[in-house]
């Protein structure tokens, strides 16, 4: 079955140090995959995508992923994190243009001052 | 520029009760989705549409009906509400070679 995994549920990194969030699929081949952010209390900001090409992929507000084709992984990566980052993270997939995405379970994101 | 909208913002039912979450996008987009989150679940796919007319079940269709007879708005009907659908519902849309989701802001959703 098709899947989305993020193995941490929850990470705490101080600010100022670099941030890598796991996102690990499952799917027949390589599908459309996304990181999404969500603020305390409100909907979903897309930060960024990855449909092929290059396999490092630049989003906003300064985060980075990277698509490992070998290891089935669509890590996040920040180099500095602000203390305006904490937030949960969700990495989500998309098999086909007609199909749904599905998102992984999330990782929620403190940063201690 | 209002993007997607979703009313009510709040609301509390009882079991039994009916009701319809309403989702309007001014965005032209194709893609409509609804989703649910609860507490360490992440979200969970209810419904989607690739188009007006066209509805697909997603994760966890039980309890919920949908219709998208025009491009901008993606109704979700709860038939009889019960407390296991007291969580938050986002409305998502995206354009045909996009893909990616522009959320509403969400619904919160207590059934008593």
């Known amino acids: 079955a098709q899947s989305v995994t993020q193995p941490d549920i929850h990470i705490t990194v101080s600010e100022g140090a670099s941030l890598e969030l796991r996102c690990n699929y499952s799917?027949?081949?390589?599908?459309?995959l996304f990181w999404y952010v969500q603020s305390p209390g409100q909907g979903l900001q897309l930060l960024l995508k990855?449909?092929?090409?290059?396999?490092l992929v630049q989003g906003i507000k300064g985060f980075e992923a990277e698509f490992k084709r070998s290891q089935s992984s669509f890590n996040l990566r920040k180099p500095s994190v602000h203390w305006s980052d904490a937030a949960e993270y969700f990495c989500a997939a998309l098999k086909t243009s007609y199909d749904k995405v599905i998102f992984g379970p999330g990782t929620s994101l403190s940063v201690i001052p | 520029n209002a993007g997607v909208t979703q009313t009510p913002k709040f609301q509390v039912l009882k079991t039994g009760q009916s009701m319809t979450l309403q989702c309007a996008q001014d965005?032209?987009?194709?893609?409509m989705s609804w989703y649910r989150q609860d507490p360490g679940m992440g979200l969970r796919l209810i419904h989607y549409?690739?188009?007006?007319?066209?509805?697909d079940q997603g994760e966890v269709p039980n309890g919920y009906n949908v219709s998208r007879s025009t491009t901008e708005d993606f109704p979700l009907r709860l038939l009889s509400a019960a407390p296991s659908q007291t969580s938050v519902y986002f409305c998502?849309?995206?354009?045909?070679?996009?893909?990616?989701?522009?959320f509403g802001s969400g619904t919160r959703l207590t059934v008593v």
């Open positions: 965005m032209n987009h194709e893609y």
């Open positions: 998502a849309s995206s354009s045909a070679g996009n893909y990616g989701y522009t």
């Open positions: 549409s690739v188009g007006a007319g066209i509805t």
């Open positions: 799917y027949g081949a390589t599908p459309y």
């Open positions: 990855y449909f092929s090409g290059d396999t």
